[in-house]
């Protein structure tokens, strides 16, 4: 570690100033031994200290929820942008993702990088060892390395379009465990799943892993700070963290994960270990073509049935007091939320998206 | 707040922005709005103003993408976006129609916010209310220089850049605010000859 001889070498380092405001970092031997090392810096360790504490700022910080809030409204605005050519899905890169969301066969599309940086230690650890149960299960592996993006086909007949850069491991002997199909994955890339509900694929990523349950759907995962966002798009993919497939399984035999419904996506704060569930900013129709529904004095039931069978996003309501709405109304070809504010509209009620779902509350009709 | 250094992945969202993929753009404002909201409001108390000027910022990205320069250092680019946008937006003089140099507002008035628990040594609560008296009477521009090197680890060039002055300039502001710091402390202290700045 450098020298500290200055006032300002203290106040600016991030380590110098972890330890004066939180007593339990994991600097706090090395600051310790060194205040001990160097009496002479008594006066500049307190002065330092002092102006510490005197930077500190009370300000009031967003909360992640007004956060993510904020970036979905941005997200929403880009589909308005003047140039912004709009394609299914939440990847606008021009006719390159095309194909690619109108395959037959399913995707996945995990971006996922290596986090730098402080707070890094647990991500790391977490990371060495998801890679290290991959590598347990597996040896030997393959390896594929794209330098520029490429797709290649993988044993089982699905196909990986590996990012400039990404890697891919994935068991020399796949064909012996005919019960699971995994990769592991460093890097960008997009997976074209076989769908094989005998043999689920799994895809192991530094921070979360994905297991497709489901034939056809996109999933992005985008990383930063310790953080990884999936994106389902159209068909059902879970998530697990590391510990969720360690613990015992729940009452179903199955792992404690999140399942992801299409149009919904999650960000899962490693750091934190949170899993936020939001909705796409402009979910989109799982057939690709939106329709023009006329309903006739229609149950409202129906009615949300039917955008629920459309978009795939779970729509909660009361179905008591709902039941004796019924519904004449012309559904147009517009984007989803102003289809349910339509629809909401005609029974008086309103909606809120909570935890990646819908919830509507209305008084009823009668 | 987060500083830490993302570069890498900065870098890979930012390439994948500037290519078109809106999810890396989500991303990557996600990661960023903390600290552009934080830098935002030490301009103005009007929070709604900031998070309004960011939507039109992250707007005016999108549709630039193509043209949106590499950079390395995302941040700093962001955080100078976002300065340049608030001045537009609250520095327009309303009598001359000019723009006029924005406001870092005071961050330091009243007193150090830390718990006073944490501050056992005796006589530092003290000193740390000194050396707050002392922030306060910086100069503005002392003060965001202090801001950005000390909340966002800002080197110099980085600082000039993102408050649109040269280099020179950004270390005379910091050199100066340290002087006025040794200086509330008191006690003259041989430490307190000017070793060369960062």
Known sequence: ?366 | MSVVNLLGEDLLLWNEYRSGNAGAFGALIRVHYPDLFHYGTRFTRDSDLVKDCLQDLFLELWINRETISETSFVKYYLLKALRRKLTRRIGRSRYTGSWEELHFESIFNGTPSVEAGLIREEGLAELARKMRQALAGLSKRQQEAIYLRYYFDAEIDEIAEIMSVNRQSVYNHLHDALKKLKKSSGKPSRFFLFLPLL
């Open chain 1, 1 to 366: 570690m450098s020298e500290f001889n200055s006032l300002e070498d203290l106040v600016f380092s991030r380590s110098f100033r972890n330890w004066v405001l939180n007593r339990e970092s994991s600097e706090h031997a090395f600051w310790e031994n060194w205040i001990k090392r160097n009496p002479e810096r008594a006066e500049i360790v307190k002065n330092a200290k002092a102006v510490i504490y005197a930077l500190h700022l009370n300000t009031a910080e967003l909360s992640a929820d007004e956060i993510d809030d904020e970036v979905g409204k941005a997200l929403i605005r880009l589909k308005e942008a003047p140039r912004y050519i709009p394609l299914e899905g939440l990847d606008g890169r021009r006719g390159r993702w095309r194909g690619v969301l109108r395959s037959p066969r399913s995707w996945v599309l995990v971006v996922l990088t290596a986090a730098i940086g402080t707070g890094g230690f647990f991500y790391y650890r977490a990371q060495a060892h998801v890679r290290q149960i991959f590598l347990n299960r597996h040896r030997p592996v393959q390896v594929l390395t794209a330098d520029t993006g490429r797709e290649f086909p993988l044993p089982d007949g699905s196909v990986a379009r590996l990012e400039k850069g990404s890697k891919l491991y994935f068991p020399d002997q796949w064909g012996s465990d005919r019960t699971r199909r995994e990769v592991f994955l460093e890097g960008i890339a997009s997976f074209d799943i076989r769908g094989n509900p005998a043999a689920p694929f799994y895809v192991y990523t530094d921070q979360i892993i994905i297991k497709v349950l489901g034939t056809r759907f996109v999933v992005s995962t985008f990383p930063a700070d310790g953080r990884t966002v999936v994106v389902d798009l159209s068909g059902k993919v879970a998530l697990y963290r590391e510990q969720d497939l360690e613990a015992p399984p729940g009452p179903r035999n199955e792992p404690e994960g999140v399942v992801l419904t299409p149009n919904q996506w999650v960000l899962y704060d490693r750091r934190e270990d949170r899993i936020y569930k939001k909705l796409v900013a402009a979910p989109e129709p799982l057939g690709g073509l939106d329709t023009i529904i006329r309903y006739e004095r229609t149950p409202v039931r129906e009615v949300f049935g039917r955008l629920q069978e459309e978009y795939g996003i779970p729509i909660q309501f009361d179905e008591r007091v709902l039941d004796s709405c019924l519904l004449t109304v012309v559904v147009e070809a517009e984007p989803y939320y102003k289809k349910l504010d339509q629809i909401c509209k005609a029974i008086g009620g309103a909606y809120e998206v909570i935890d990646g779902n819908i919830e509507v509350t209305a008084v009823g009709c009668k």
